[in-house]
């Protein structure tokens, strides 16, 4: 029986699960996005966004080479340790959680396998707001509700206007 067991085994021993979950980590944090399976795009995503979370923590020096141990742990790779640090932190450091996506591609020709791409939210430029949108961006919106009454009403009015000082 499977009592309060959440993780998904992927039909492999304990150490081929924890090796794939961290090429596929590593993999992921070098490239922003990678292809994989359904399955193991759920079971990267518990795996990695906890480690997501400790780069944001950097309270004192020896907080930070703690929690890059921690995370070296979990990666064994040091350019991807670094990258988290650098690269991945500091655009992640104002989002409270959900640093990944998954997007589901449909099932694989040759063994019908639901694919899937996982990807790091934040370093996607069509969904989300990349580093060209963000600086080229007007202020966004609050709401959509009730603004359509009021342009009308000052559009009204300054139509009114024009047209009296036309007369």
Known sequence: MRHGNKNNNLSRTASHRKALLMNLGCQL????????????AKALRTYIEPLITKTKHTDSKEVIMHNHRLVFSYLNDKAAVKELFTVVAPKIAARPGGYTRIIKLGARTGDNAEM??????????????????ATTAEPVKKTRRSGGKKKAATDAAESTETTEEQA
């Open 116 to 133: 899937a791409m996982i990807e790091l939210v934040d370093f996607n430029e069509i969904y989300g707001k990349g580093v060209a949108a």
């Open 29 to 40: 944090i070098t490239h922003k996005r990678i292809t994989t399976t359904l399955a193991k």
